[in-house]
């Protein structure tokens, strides 16, 4: 009961820590524009063309392959400033 | 002696902490009362011993129940005294002595299978009763009751603040009549909400429809009558002819109630979806819209399901009630469950009682060790207090949503000339899936006349795939070295490159 009552206070603990922050179960709405459903109709979508388009698996990993890439570069940059030996 | 002292006294008031919350039963492993009819009766009791008013909710059974009890015979001849809250409860009295009878309307030429819990509102003065459950007039009626009240007869109230459906009704599958409205226009609808898999608050709302529409998660409400609680349906869905489809809802947040309906821990609660058909607005725009954003500009006509009727496993609700109603199908079932309910925190805490089941032993380990279940129920609810709200829940969401593996059918645009043009009355139509797809007549019929008959995208994958990932490299080179191969030569460096 000890530990379980730490585990109580601890979970009270949390609640009023984080009570009061508004619900993040569904992604937010601004205006008319539901943020949710669009991400998730998105990605459905995505999905759905992965499944009929043969090469759009193929286009969907060069993408992902190129920002990484990106991300690289943009980290070497930020790492060792002007001395980044590419071009961009 | 005075170190003695301290931990007496800490023991004490850790026993009171909990010792608030007092009980007064044994649970009888080998026998989770049954009481087998008698002459045409099925009959037993229970004992509270609290003298305020407070609600008193009962689980029964029903096994193979048929026929009726006339209202206002046998024993159900007091005058009400507390709200009683049920389907199927006729009247309750509180009779002389201090007891309450509770009577059930059983009607005519109606088998009654299943479960049912019933909540009575106590509002006794008395220094405590007993309730008597009598089925008169049901031969083969088998009761099981069980007590689970704030104060007296049931054991320690551990709450579980986890946001969970604990009872179901109907089962999984189950088509239920729409409320309101049945038809739209030339549509017809049957609307089923039936969420299954109580444990964790995972289901799935049915839905039958010969109409075309879809159902976005604000679709998806609970009644405001009753409670309302934060329903996500995981992906908008497409309905395209009759189909039937599986709706991914869950549940989650913490159940709420309005200030004039009290959290109802029987049959009473329900949850209604709501099924919109978007009947889209004709326009290109719109339809351009609709196709990128998946909200189209429409006209709504709101349809009611069917509610699904659900017990609430959460706020106060003692484990006594959650195991009972996780799984109540079967009577091996309830004594699987009381086994299960034996080794939790509060019952190893009975053991604590000086003046019955005292064992040390077991008192010493409740003390210390806690149930799995109970550890687990606390950890769900601290991950349940930071993982469901902002921004840790916005990145949960967005997890949730890319491991999800549904699609959805890109819709087709079509745009019809309007009476104005030299082609009034026709339709330009594009549909992805037509000219896309590799299981389409463009791509997927046609078929090499070599030997193994390849179709177009067998033929061309290779190639395709060789050139983008070509292509890629090409584009990386580029971005490294500044080389630039269109313009014949290396791109001008950055000034900055070479310092």
Excluded at chain 2, 88 to 102: C, F, P, R
Excluded at chain 2, 298 to 320: D, E
Aim: glycine residues 8%; negative net charge.
């Amino acid at each position: 009961m000890l530990i379980l009552a730490i585990l109580k206070l601890f979970q009270g603990l949390t609640y009023v820590m984080f009570g009061w922050l508004p619900d993040g179960s569904l992604l937010p709405t601004f205006g008319s524009v539901n943020i949710d459903t669009i991400f998730a109709t998105g990605l459905a979508y995505f999905r759905y063309l992965e499944g009929i388009f043969p090469p759009f698996t193929t286009i969907a990993i060069c993408a992902s392959l190129y920002l990484g890439f990106r991300l690289v570069l943009i980290i070497i940059k930020l790492v060792i400033g002007s001395r980044t030996p590419v071009a961009h | 002696m005075k170190k003695f002292c301290k931990i007496a006294l800490f023991s004490f008031v850790a026993i009171l902490g909990y010792g608030s919350f007092t009980y007064a039963e044994t649970l009888d492993l080998s026998n989770p009362s049954f009481p087998v009819t008698a002459n045409g009766n099925s009959y037993t009791e229970m004992t509270w011993y609290h003298s305020t008013s407070t609600n008193l909710y009962f689980v029964t059974l029903w096994n193979n129940t048929s026929g009726y009890r006339s209202a206002g015979g046998g024993d159900c001849v007091n005058s009400l005294a507390g709200t009683a809250i049920g389907t199927s409860l006729l009247q309750s009295g509180i009779n002389s002595d201090g007891s309450i009878t509770i009577c059930f309307n059983f009607t005519d030429n109606i088998e009654y299978t299943g479960s049912s819990l019933t909540a009575v509102d106590i509002q006794s003065s008395s220094g405590g009763g007993t309730i008597f459950l009598s089925g008169a007039n049901s031969p083969d009626a088998y009761f099981s009751t069980r007590c689970i009240v704030t104060y007296g007869c049931s054991g320690p109230i551990l709450p579980d603040n986890t946001t969970h459906f604990t009872y179901i009704y109907p089962s999984n599958g189950s088509l239920i009549a729409t409320t309101s409205p049945t038809t739209v226009g030339d549509d017809n609808f049957q609307g089923a909400c039936v969420l299954n898999d109580c444990s964790n608050g995972q289901g799935y709302a049915t839905t039958t429809m010969t109409w075309e529409g879809y159902v976005a998660p604000v679709d998806f409400v609970a009644s405001s009558t009753f409670i309302s609680a934060t329903i996500a349906v995981t992906t908008g869905t497409g309905f395209v002819g009759n189909s039937t489809y599986l709706i991914p809802v869950t549940s989650s947040g913490v159940f709420s109630y309005s200030t004039t309906s009290k959290p109802l821990y029987g049959g009473g609660n329900r949850l209604d979806s709501h099924i919109i058909n978007r009947v889209p607005v004709s326009g290109w725009i719109s339809d351009f819209s609709c196709w990128i954003t998946g909200e189209c500009a429409s006209t709504v006509n709101n349809l009611v399901s069917s509610t699904t009727i659900f017990t609430l496993g959460s706020i106060s609700i003692t484990p006594a009630q959650t195991l009972f109603l996780k799984n109540f199908g079967t009577q091996q079932g309830i004594t699987d469950q009381l086994k299960s309910y034996a080794s939790t925190t509060d019952q190893l805490l009975r053991s604590c009682n000086p003046f019955n089941n005292f064992d040390i032993s077991q008192c010493v380990s409740g003390l210390i060790i806690p149930a799995d279940e109970d550890v687990t129920s606390s950890l769900n609810s601290i991950k349940g207090n930071i993982m469901s709200r902002a921004p840790f829940g916005w990145i949960v969401r967005i997890s949730t949503l890319i491991a999800t593996t549904s699609t959805t059918t890109i819709p087709s645009i079509s745009y019809t000339f309007q009476s104005d043009s030299p082609l009034a009355g026709d339709t330009l139509s594009f549909d992805v899936s037509s000219y896309m797809s590799q299981a389409s007549a463009l791509s997927g019929e046609m078929t090499s006349n070599m030997p193994d008959h390849k179709t177009v995208w067998e033929i061309l994958q290779t190639p395709i795939n060789m050139f983008l990932y070509i292509f890629l490299v090409y584009v990386m080179i580029t971005d490294i070295t500044g080389i630039n191969f269109h313009s014949g030569g290396r791109k001008e460096v950055d000034n900055n490159r070479l310092n």
